[in-house]
């Protein structure tokens, strides 16, 4: 199973025309065509451009179009931020779903009228300035790399892109592959928070591990460590990105930034590994730690199949000891054998 993204899900992309949105229109459906999902992406949106056609896909002038024609529950978003906003509130009202906001560079101000727009109604949205969202062996709606996806048992959840693939890839060759990956954006104003994620995850019978990618900035990584503390019982790797960033200086994306309230990144790790996270100092120790994880949690279960096998061999002996009974039998046999003779010696007397 997965989350997300499974095979009901149809997408459309708002911002197609554009040289950043076709790009990625071509590899994503390259890759919907790969996992033999051809279906995945059914269209595009660009207000004035409908009737167009790119990478095969119709162009709509709205999403409401879109939908009618074709079904779509799902939209991705690579509109230059002054219209991502819009675009997204466009999206919730005409009734999709599942909003992945690729975009980066989206005012914050921008970003606050956004949730306040959503606020109560049925939608999730991923992103802003995130990746995106693939589910392995269905489809990718984003902009990472599919080749290095596999699918497989472990969720991804990440504030960081690239530490995202760097994870994945540890992922795969370890055979572990992954069923969902989640790129939630490094922006300060999200549509999804970790806890968010986290919870979609432990809900999903078929992810059976969690690998958490935090960063410097805020407490989201806080807040969902202390509901996994509660509430999940799987294996769970933790890296903290930020190590050597400075208090007060945004690091890379504009919610790493250490504020005055805030835990640095090693204070942060430590949190999360008393919250039971297995946390590592390196992302290229996640796949080596996730298969640590996994392998005492083997040892761990099969002890008790072993304690059980003895009883079932101490039966044995009762069997064998029945079995030492049955000659007494044919001795009661012999016995009666040998008294026949005398009842006719006494007839020969007569």
Known sequence: MSILVDKSTKVIIQGITGKTGALHAKLMKEYAIEVKNPGFFVGGVTPGKGGETVEGLPVFNSVAEAIKKTKCNTSCIFVPPPFAADSIIEAVDAGIKLVIVITEGIPVLDMM??????KGKDVTIVGPNCPGVITPGIGKIGIMPGFIHKAGKIGVVSRSGTLTY????????????????????????????????VKLFAADPKTEGLVFIGEIGGDAEETA?????????????????????????????????????????????????KCGMKMVKSPTDIGAAMTELFAKQSKTAAPAKKVAAPAKKAAAPAKKAAAAKAPAK?????????????????????
């Open 330 to 350: 044919k001795t009661l046999v012999i016995k009666a054998a040998v008294k026949a003779p005398a009842k006719k010696a006494v007839k020969g007397k007569k």
């Open 166 to 197: 760097e994870a994945v890839d540890q992922l795969t060759k370890a055979g572990l592959g992954e069923s969902t990956c989640v790129g939630i954006g490094g922006d300060p104003i999200n549509g999804s928070q970790f806890l968010d994620v």
């Open 113 to 118: 009228k956004v949730k306040a727009a959503i």
């Open 225 to 273: 460590a202390e509901w996994l503390k509660a509430n999940y019982k799987k294996p769970v790797v933790g890296f903290i990105a930020g190590q050597s960033a400075p208090p007060g200086r945004r690091m890379g994306h504009a919610g790493a930034i250490v504020g005055g309230g805030d835990r640095t990144a090693s204070q942060k790790s430590d949190y999360l590994a």
